[in-house]
């Protein structure tokens, strides 16, 4: 059974910034793609940044491009996601998501297409 989870949530002024890691365990993939989600009470999971098994291509939505950076060291360590300039709609459960990559990085972009799902750490981000 393979284990995602997320730490390094927390409470921050808006104009701050938290560092969110999510360690993978268990039975990985051979070869996988990262991705981070959040969803907002009463929302739908909404897709935040990805990056591929490498590492070498990423991907971010337009609300955090600029702000956010999603990293890892390699393919089998930790993913990070550096999150700068926090602003009060940042405030949602995140959550780190894991799946066999395809050659369609559309696909990326839907958290209900990932294979593993970890547990959410909460971000909460005042004005």
């Known amino acids: 059974q393979v284990q995602l989870v997320e730490s390094g949530g927390g409470l921050v002024q808006a104009g701050g910034s938290l560092r969110l890691s999510c360690v993978v365990s268990?039975?990985?993939?051979?070869?996988?793609?990262m991705g981070w989600f959040r969803q907002a009470p009463g929302k739908e999971h909404e897709f935040v940044a990805a990056?591929?098994?490498?590492?070498?291509?990423?991907y971010y939505s337009d609300s955090v491009k600029g702000r956010f950076t999603i990293s890892r060291d390699n393919a089998k360590g930790p993913v990070y996601l550096q999150m700068n300039s926090l602003k009060p709609e940042d405030t949602a459960v995140y959550y780190c998501a894991a799946r066999k990559p395809i050659s369609d990085s559309s696909t990326l972009y839907y958290y209900t297409l990932y294979d593993y799902w970890g547990q959410g750490t909460q971000v909460t981000v005042s004005s």
């Open positions: 990056l591929t098994w490498s590492g070498a291509r990423t």
């Open positions: 268990g039975r990985t993939f051979s070869s996988y793609a």
